[in-house]
């Protein structure tokens, strides 16, 4: 399969974006970073902590979910254009195998692309394995018009 090619790439976002820690917002309270950007393709890292944790000692399988969610819209924003932005308006998770320690690394790939959506592809993995796929679709937004609704 050719990989899809993309008309815009914002390098000075992601390397903005790389390494940086959120202070609000899910990612901030997940601690999500991302860890590398590439024309249509974004890598995030997650620690395992404690406050993520259920009472059987597995990491929420919610919080995969968020983290797919955040790389599914993340990936869009340096491939649109200036001024939009991405909105998820599905996505569908599978649930591997438990996660009980250290981090987890999640690769969103775009697979498809139009002006007005995309399709995501996404992988996490935890110490050495494959705990989580997902698939999702995204809505591009353009900015609104001036004086228009």
């Not at 976002?13 to 609000?24: C, D, H, L, N």
């Not at 393709?41 to 955040?70: K, W, Y």
């Not at 569908?92 to 995309?118: E, F, Y």
């Not at 679709?137 to 609704?149: D, F, H, K, N, Y």
């Amino acid at each position: 399969m050719k990989a899809p090619t993309f008309e815009h790439f914002n390098e000075a976002w992601g390397a903005r974006v790389v390494g940086a820690k959120a202070r609000s917002g899910i990612d901030g309270f997940l601690g999500i970073v991302v860890a590398e950007v590439s024309p249509g393709r974004l890598v995030a890292e997650m620690e395992v902590t404690p406050q993520l944790m259920t009472f059987i000692g597995n990491m929420h399988g919610g919080c995969l979910s968020a983290l797919c969610d955040h790389v599914l819209g993340t990936v869009m924003y340096p491939i649109m254009p200036p001024n939009h932005w991405a909105a998820t308006t599905e996505f569908k998770i599978n649930l591997l195998a438990p996660v009980t320690k250290g981090v987890c690394r999640a690769t969103a790939d775009v697979i498809a692309m139009t002006r007005r959506m995309a399709v995501v592809r996404i992988e996490v993995e935890n110490e050495g394995r494959l705990v989580a796929a997902a698939q999702g679709t995204c809505t591009i937004v353009a900015p609104r018009a001036e004086g228009g609704q």
